[in-house]
């Protein structure tokens, strides 16, 4: 089988995106999706995702992470809405949908603003975090998490099925400035650590501002730099969430799988 893709990043993130509007993977794409991301026998990624048709909205977004399995993945829809937008199927604004629901965004030039789910709250773990941003996160505050060994550590935190019988991601946090904080992500689904990741950093500057009472956060993180803006409600949830950064097409091809 020959597959025309696309091969997108947002922040080092980066996804095989496929037009998948007159286009399957057959009804057991798993093995399909494993192939295509492996990085040494495939085109290599953190995550596969199949723009397809939906009657209510733009597009919907399927995406899968390396492994196969379905998430929410933040920087995975903004470069969606990119794709989309490369597509023609949308301009600069668009409504959505995955797996964790209804999405809208905004794009201009390479730059997407995604609102995001709502929270509802922020759980305590022992001495750190816990929030799930359309996919789980745990996260911990350490001091230079530049030279934190976030990949030994976080897969002890991903694979304690005693917390967390499905797993876990894991995001590592230090303060930069009152505004600004550096993330470091292990990524349940690719199973080491990812160069940024969308959801993670959302739930990290969700937990930061809310310590630091601060509504809008810079993020750095080893793939680029993101913000994350929200408002807090009365009841303590998190609402009018947006992720915005970059999102880049970085090349395309043809490839034959078996």
């Known amino acids: 089988m020959d597959i025309n893709f696309y091969k997108y ?17 057959g009804p057991d794409p798993i093995p399909y999706i494993q192939q295509l991301c492996h990085r040494k026998f495939g085109i290599g990624a953190d995550g596969l995702i199949l723009i397809q ?20 993945c ?12 490369f597509l023609g199927i949308i301009e600069h604004e668009t409504s959505f949908l995955a797996i964790d629901g209804a999405h809208t965004a905004t ?3 390479n730059s997407v603003a995604l609102r995001m789910g709502d929270v509802k709250e922020i759980k305590t773990v022992d001495q750190d975090f816990f929030a799930n941003t359309g996919s789980p996160h745990h996260m911990r505050f350490v001091n230079k998490v530049e030279e934190y060994d976030v990949v030994s550590t976080g897969r002890q935190i991903r694979n304690d099925s005693e917390k967390y019988p499905e797993g876990t991601n894991v995001n590592f946090i230090s303060t930069l400035s009152p ?40 993020i750095q993180t080893p793939g680029g730099n993101l913000q994350v803006s929200f408002e807090k409600s009365e009841d303590g949830s ?14 395309t091809g043809t490839i034959s799988v078996n």
């Open 9 to 25: 990043q947002g922040t080092g993130n980066d996804f095989i995106m496929i037009d998948g509007r007159s286009f399957s993977l």
């Open 53 to 72: 048709t939906h009657e209510d909205y733009d597009f919907e977004m399927c995406y899968y992470n390396a492994d196969g399995s379905q998430s929410m």
């Open 74 to 85: 933040g920087n995975g829809a903004r470069c969606a809405v990119a794709f989309a937008s």
């Open 107 to 109: 794009i201009s030039g």
């Open 179 to 218: 505004d600004t904080i550096m993330v470091r992500t292990y990524e349940r689904g690719v199973e080491d650590e990812t160069l940024s990741c969308g959801t993670g950093v959302t739930a990290c500057a969700l937990v930061y501002g809310e310590q630091k009472q601060k509504n809008n956060i810079n």
């Open 238 to 251: 998190f609402q009018e969430i947006v992720l915005t950064g970059p999102a880049d097409q970085v090349f």
